[in-house]
T-cell receptor
Framework: GENVEQHPSTLSVQEGDSAVIKCTYSDSASNYFPWYKQELGKRPQLIIDIRSNVGEKKDQRIAVTLNKTAKHFSLHITETQPEDSAVYFCAASSINDMRFGAGTRLTVKP | DAGVIQSPRHEVTEMGQEVTLRCKPISGHNSLFWYRQTMMRGLELLIYFNNNVPIDDSGMPEDRFSAKMPNASFSTLKIQPSEPRDSAVYFC????????????FGPGTRLTVL
């Protein structure tokens, strides 16, 4: 089955700085890589996703990159704001398997 | 659509009691996932169903846990007997079909076993 490693476990940045979270996966059959944001006491919600036939995807201040050869993918948040503070989870999946990383607690200091 | 519905939202029970968590997926979604979230272990996939059929239950901790999906609009996760270490937030999520589509999470059930 799939195994997903996520780093760092905690990340603190100053408002306006960039934040980068990295994940690795083990199963070459994985073809879908979503990122979820979970605010305190709430449910995880999808913020961006990428499929294996694409190397990069951007949506306003957030972007995701995928290196299939190295089995790495990363989340980039630019111009961070206090409301970006949350736990972020990466995941790697195929139609019959789905695994989340352990999560990164991002704190954006005003 | 109301989104994924879970009940109850909070459950407090005593060790040894049976606990049943309920989930109604988004209409038209064919995959349903049960997760457990704790501080120590993060977000763990327990089991998931495609078209009401269990695909992968390797995440189910032990025989005390069981899950069913009798039809496309309802699923249950049962713990019998419950233990204090089962205390966690249990999320249900649904997607169009398979693990390779966006999952929509329910609000979760916070379970406390005393």
């Amino acid at each position: 089955g799939e195994n997903v490693e996520q780093h760092p476990s905690t990340l603190s940045v100053q408002e306006g700085d960039s934040a980068v979270i990295k994940c690795t996966y083990s199963d070459s059959a994985s073809n879908y890589f979503p990122w979820y944001k979970q605010e305190l006491g709430k449910r995880p919600q999808l913020i961006i996703d990428i499929r294996s036939n694409v190397g990069e995807k951007k949506d306003q201040r957030i972007a995701v990159t995928l290196n299939k050869t190295a089995k790495h993918f990363s989340l980039h948040i630019t111009e961070t704001q206090p409301e970006d503070s949350a736990v972020y989870f990466c995941a790697a999946s195929s139609i019959n398997d789905m695994r989340f990383g352990a999560g990164t607690r991002l704190t954006v200091k005003p | 659509d109301a989104g994924v519905i879970q009940s109850p939202r909070h459950e407090v029970t005593e060790m040894g009691q049976e606990v049943t968590l309920r989930c109604k997926p988004i209409s038209g979604h064919n995959s349903l996932f049960w997760y457990r979230q704790t501080m120590m272990r993060g977000l763990e996939l327990l089991i998931y169903f495609n078209n009401n059929v269990p695909i992968d239950d390797s995440g189910m901790p032990e025989d005390r846990f069981s899950a069913k999906m009798p039809n496309a609009s309802f699923s249950t996760l049962k713990i019998q007997p419950s233990e204090p270490r089962d205390s966690a937030v249990y999320f249900c999520a649904s997607s169009l079909l398979g693990g390779d589509n966006e999952q929509f999470f329910g609000p979760g059930t916070r379970l406390t076993v005393l």
